[in-house]
């Protein structure tokens, strides 16, 4: 099925760096969400987005929808352990009935 | 408030079986969606129900169907398992459909 692609697949950093991490698609989308999903557990919601060119902030974490609204960008600062986990991109189509995921960035965190 | 649940947790079937998964919804949220999400990939959407009604449908075959229940809770079967629906399968419950979606805990299904 169609998936987002996002990038990067995995990073390894130190702590107290900050990640970048981005998705992209062929497809305009209404919504970009971003989730973190940890082992054995659901994706949960961090940030969503609804304009072209918004740029949202929930704490340490800050991600924009892309001007062509193709786009999305999630950047976390400071990182701490407890951001480990994998992070997904999802865009909405305009219905709002569906979500079209990315595969995925895992993140590991090195205290 | 009590997020999006769902039941059983885990599940191990054979191939041929038939599986029911539920899904309550976060009180108050009328929609409910159903993903699959093979390890290693993202979730892929399969059903969404809203007041009962089907609205939308990913690109899976007809032995995956759904229902939604008066009280919003739902239920995904899927006849005929394969190998390949080896997976964990999430349900997101919503306001209605074009809201945020909230997923729960996932049933882990694996067919042998």
């Known amino acids: 099925g169609q998936q987002l692609n996002q990038s990067p697949q995995s990073m390894f950093i130190q702590e107290g760096e900050d990640v970048s991490m981005n998705c992209t698609s062929s497809s305009i989308f209404n919504t970009w969400l971003w989730y973190k999903q940890d082992p054995g557990e659901g994706p949960v919601l961090l940030i969503a987005l609804y304009k072209a060119g918004e740029l949202t902030s929930n704490g340490r974490l800050t991600a924009q929808f892309g001007i062509t609204r193709k786009d999305s960008f999630l950047n976390i600062s400071a990182s701490i352990p407890s951001d480990v986990g994998i992070y997904f991109c999802a865009g909405q189509n305009n219905a709002g009935n569906m979500l079209t995921f990315g595969g995925g960035t895992r993140l590991m965190v090195k205290p | 408030d009590a997020g999006v649940t769902q039941s059983p947790t885990h599940l191990i079937k054979t191939r041929g079986q038939q599986v029911t998964l539920r899904c309550s919804p976060i009180?108050?949220?009328?929609?409910v969606s159903w993903y699959q999400q093979v390890l290693g990939q993202g979730p892929q959407f399969i059903f969404q129900y809203y007041e009962k009604e089907e609205r939308g449908r990913g690109n899976f075959p007809d032995r995956f169907s759904a229902r939604q229940f008066p009280n919003y809770s739902s239920e995904l079967n899927v006849n005929a398992l394969l190998l390949g629906d080896s997976a964990l399968y999430l349900c997101?419950?919503?306001?209605?459909?074009?809201?945020?979606?909230?997923f729960g805990p996932g049933t882990r299904l694996t067919v042998l």
């Open positions: 009180s108050g949220h009328k929609s």
């Open positions: 997101a419950s919503s306001l209605d459909v074009a809201n945020e979606q909230f």
